[in-house]
């Protein structure tokens, strides 16, 4: 299994930067692939950003393509969501996931691990 852990959460005005990370623990021996969720009260819960093992693949929502950046640290099981630009849009509780594998996966349903979120407000 592998545990996860947010942290970077916070408020923020509009037009400013956020970095979340997310530790991993665990079985973190084998690949696993990494994505960041939100979700906004009220709403479900909304894939924005996906990053295969090696990191040489990425994915994002249309809504925050060119503002977050995903990236990660596998000799730190550390995965990260650089989020500039922010929006009140934005605003929401954002999860790590984790699934055994190489490849980028954008379904919420595609991932096996989460961790507790971190919120993130963005104010206008």
């Known amino acids: 299994q592998v545990h996860l852990v947010e942290s970077g959460g916070g408020l923020v005005q509009a037009g400013g930067s956020l970095r979340l990370s997310c530790a991993a623990s665990?079985?973190?021996?084998?690949?696993?692939?990494m994505g960041w969720f939100r979700q906004a009260p009220g709403k479900e819960r909304e894939f924005v950003a996906a990053?295969?093992?090696?990191?040489?693949?990425?994915a994002f929502v249309d809504s925050v393509k060119g503002r977050f950046i995903i990236s990660r640290d596998n000799a730190k099981n550390t995965v990260f969501l650089q989020m500039n630009s922010l929006k009140p849009e934005d605003t929401a509780v954002y999860y790590c996931?984790?699934?055994?594998?190489?490849?980028?996966?954008?379904?919420?349903?595609?991932?096996?691990?989460w961790g507790q979120g971190t919120q993130v407000t963005v104010s206008s």
């Open positions: 990053i295969s093992w090696s990191g040489s693949n990425t």
């Open positions: 996931a984790a699934k055994y594998g190489v490849a980028v996966y954008t379904a919420y349903t595609a991932y096996d691990y």
């Open positions: 665990g079985r973190t021996s084998s690949r696993y692939a």
